[in-house]
């Protein structure tokens, strides 16, 4: 598969930032005349750059899925930015009071600086970025406090363009990095205000309401969604945002995978009880309304273009989009002529809850064949069980979906066994 431009977008702008700082200079010698200095002002403006592309790879913005090849792609992203963004931020923080140190012996001096408001803005939205990180790390939290913990990145990034746009720096002295990193800052802005404010109204959505909201087997919530006027258009494998409106259950947006096929016209889903949200969708009732937005994600994007056999893998939970991918493989709905293997990964009979309806696709299909991986009896799923039913593994495209460690252990092990990295697909979430 061709690299996605995405990342590449990022390190160009990290590049253009670079040169920018160095043209401002009157000569280079002069970076190495006061290197801490040096040092503190390069990391603030790449620190700055990474800031504003993490508010930008958060807003949901469907074109983002094209650039990254998926919006847990862009979510990975997300995290990695604002790891290097926090990264640089706290190397400017240190390097200049390392850099006073050196030149006043002094770390008020360090710590008061100039004196002026814009200043201590900087410091400021430094110390309340920090936190609102530290509070994501260290505390359990809940999927809709993590989002509202989240909204609290607005404060260091508006203290942040005040000190950009007020103090007497490179970013003041040279229009072109000027216009740059502010340019930048702006689009965070633009993005924030999308994601915060107007995706509810704009992101593409449709109106549904609840025909059946039934429990299947001992923790899992199957839900029936028929739509009120137009139906989602969505292809096997993504996932949409579904906002909840019943009394007792929470109005905060939550992903959930589509499990019905795409050509059906209502949207099932099937949510395992995980935490406080998941536990009150067994308070739903018929006729409650609900709102789909997407639809997301790339997971399935490669079968149409794959004549060849397919394996896919769903463990516990994980089979929801794998039943979409099924039922539209048995039903051959995708284009091209592949045959498919699944894999139902849990860990005993009584937790195989769509098991039956899983086994009549492969006994209706030729070009759908249907293994039940119990890991109680058989132990945990891996690549060598999967050849003995399948036969050679580096000709065949993967798809596993499941928790974060099985997906990323088995990818591990089908690579070593000489598939291909590119042929083996999972999405992995974690919040989003």
Not at 81 to 107: C, E, K, R
């Amino acid at each position: 598969m061709p690299k996605k431009p995405g990342p590449y977008i990022i390190l160009f702008s990290l590049l253009i930032t670079l040169n920018l700082f160095l043209l401002s200079k009157s000569s280079i010698g002069s970076v190495f005349n006061l290197p801490f200095l040096s040092i503190a002002q390069i990391s603030a403006l790449l620190g700055t750059i990474l800031f504003s592309y993490s508010f930008i790879l958060s807003s949901r913005v469907r074109a983002l899925e094209d650039l990254f090849g998926g919006l847990d792609k862009v979510y990975r992203w997300h995290h990695d930015v604002g790891v290097w963004s926090f990264s640089f931020l706290a190397i400017h923080f240190l390097s200049l009071i390392i850099n006073s140190l050196i030149l006043q012996f002094s770390l008020w001096s360090a710590i008061t600086s100039d004196g002026t408001g814009a200043y201590f803005a900087g410091i400021v939205g430094f110390f309340i970025m920090a936190g609102i990180i530290f509070t994501i790390i260290f505390s359990k939290i809940r999927y809709e406090h993590f989002v509202n913990v989240q909204k609290f990145f607005s404060i260091p990034l508006a203290l942040g363009i005040f000190h950009v746009l007020f103090i007497s720096s490179d970013v003041s002295r040279s229009p072109l990095l000027g216009i740059f990193i502010l340019a930048h800052m702006f689009l965070a802005v633009m993005y924030y205000s999308y994601r915060g404010f107007f995706y509810k109204t704009f992101a593409p959505h449709k109106e549904y309401s609840v025909s059946i909201a039934e429990q299947k087997g001992a923790d899992i919530t199957e839900i029936i969604l028929k739509p009120k006027t137009d139906r989602i258009s969505f292809v096997p494998g993504q996932f949409g945002y579904f906002g909840f409106k019943s009394t007792g259950v929470s109005r905060e947006l939550h992903p959930f995978s589509f499990a019905s096929a795409e050509q059906d016209e209502h949207i099932r889903l099937a949510i395992k009880n995980v935490g406080d949200f998941t536990a009150q969708l067994k308070l739903l009732h018929e006729g409650d309304n609900v709102t789909v937005y997407g639809p997301y994600g790339r997971f399935a994007e490669r079968i149409s273009e794959y004549n060849a056999e397919i394996v896919l893998v769903g463990a516990g939970i994980g089979i929801t989009p794998i039943l979409s991918i099924a039922h539209s493989l048995s039903s051959g709905s995708f284009k091209g002529r592949q045959t498919a293997t699944l894999f139902y990964c849990t860990r005993n009979l009584a937790e195989a809850v769509f098991h039956a309806e899983l086994h009549s696709l492969g006994e209706i299909s030729d070009a759908f064949k249907y293994v039940l991986h119990l890991s109680k009896d058989r132990g945990y799923l891996n690549a060598d069980t999967i050849r003995k039913t399948v036969g050679k593994l580096d000709n065949k495209l993967f798809l596993i979906c499941g928790p974060i460690t099985m997906m990323r252990s088995l990818a591990a092990d089908l690579h070593k066994q000489g598939v291909p990295k590119e042929n083996i697909v999972f999405e992995e979430f974690k919040y989003a």
